[in-house]
């Protein structure tokens, strides 16, 4: 079933406070921060055949996959591969020139089935969404303290303003920021990268969801400070019970925090392992061309780069896409898409895979 997706941000509202808008629409939703109750033992999150197509462009090809609760879930890639165009998804929050087909569930729910109304109760309240790019992501022209009063006020608690004020100091606290109510008079271009990236985080923790999708939350930021945000994200899901998605195109990012982690190349998701796996014994050549194109620490090596550039699929695809920059390619792989491979826990789409 293909789906024409029209989901668009209101005019004068900031992704960040769209996103957790709805949330007063929960009929008996948890308050933020309260303990959740245990979470039966099927995946939370998933996604089935999904398929996204911007005009000619097909930005994901049949990516499936499965959410455990309180599980890091790490996607990886080179820009282009599909990664963000997979979480805007699972909220449905593409642009309207998307066409999307699959399915994608959250608790059994099937997210691209959903009306409007139900997608504004699913954001902020069960999914929360930590966008790209921070600086974008607040509303200039409101101090963070505003921003997240209104959610908040929005929120499925229906706090007074008062209430609202204290309950959002608190979450800056919770983010590791010294001075919240510095932070909160403060305009978002008065703040740091990190500082606006930990307000971002506030922000998707507001109305206490079970999942929160990190579109790449490091991103231009120092080693130091990134560091600091992924054990914060780290702890506060372990403190909370939370499962997180993790996109990045960063393996060192990817090997500090997550239990699993899927490559994705060409709009496909070529392998998926637990994290030890992955980098003990890549399957997929492309995971195996990334790892050692990694700086490593008391090794006088050149960088190995990847030649040739990613691609850009106009077209259904028909063969591997990473076929024309592979050293392990064979007459097979150009002639058709490779089937997926199962082993054990993890999975691969190669013709010639590494043993």
């Keep these: ?22 949330a007063a629409k929960v009929p008996g939703a948890r308050p933020p921060g309260q303990p959740r109750e245990t979470t039966p033992a099927g995946p939370i999150l998933s996604v ?14 049949g990516v499936s996959f499965q959410l455990r609760p309180g599980e890091f879930y790490g996607i990886v890639g080179e820009s282009g591969s599909g ?11 593409l642009s309207a020139s998307a066409t999307v087909s699959g399915a994608i569930r959250f608790r059994g729910e099937d997210v691209l089935a959903a009306s409007e109304a139900r997608l504004q109760q699913l954001r902020g309240a069960e999914i929360g969404f930590v966008f790209q790019d921070a600086i974008a992501a ?10 997240l009063v209104e959610a ?29 109510g510095r932070c909160m008079a403060s305009y978002p271009h008065q703040l740091s990268g990190g500082m606006r990236q930990r307000v971002v985080i506030a922000a998707a923790l507001i109305s206490g969801p079970s999942l929160v999708i990190a579109d790449e939350p490091t991103t231009a930021l120092d080693v130091t400070v990134q560091r600091q945000v992924l054990d914060l994200l780290r702890g506060i899901a372990t403190a909370r019970g939370l499962a997180v998605i993790l996109i990045t195109h960063d393996l060192g990012v990817i090997a500090q925090v997550c239990h699993r982690v899927a490559v994705f190349y060409g ?29 490593q620490l008391g090794r006088r090596v050149p960088f ?33 898409v490779p089937e997926e491979t199962l082993a054990g826990d993890r999975r691969h789409r190669c013709a010639n895979p590494r043993p």
């Design 83 to 93: 990664k963000s165009v997979t979480a805007r998804a699972i909220v449905n929050l």
């Design 267 to 295: 709009g496909l998701m070529v392998e998926e392992a637990d994290t030890r796996s992955l980098f003990r014994n890549p399957r997929h050549p492309y995971t195996a061309a990334l790892i050692e194109s990694l700086p």
């Design 152 to 180: 908040l006020r929005a929120g499925p608690q229906r706090l007074g303003r008062a209430a609202s004020v204290a309950r959002a100091g608190a979450l800056l606290a919770e983010v590791g920021i010294a001075d919240p």
């Design 304 to 336: 190995r780069a990847i030649p040739g550039v990613p691609p850009q699929i106009r077209a259904p695809l028909a063969a591997c896409p990473f076929a024309p920059r592979c050293s392990r390619v064979l007459p097979v792989c150009t002639a058709r």
């Design 1 to 22: 079933m293909v789906r024409h997706v029209r989901r668009r941000t209101p005019a004068g509202r900031s992704p960040v406070t769209d996103a957790f808008h709805g």
């Design 48 to 61: 089935e055949d999904l398929r996204v197509r911007f005009g000619p462009t097909h930005a994901v090809s």
């Design 138 to 147: 607040l509303d200039p022209v409101y101090t963070v303290g505003s921003q």
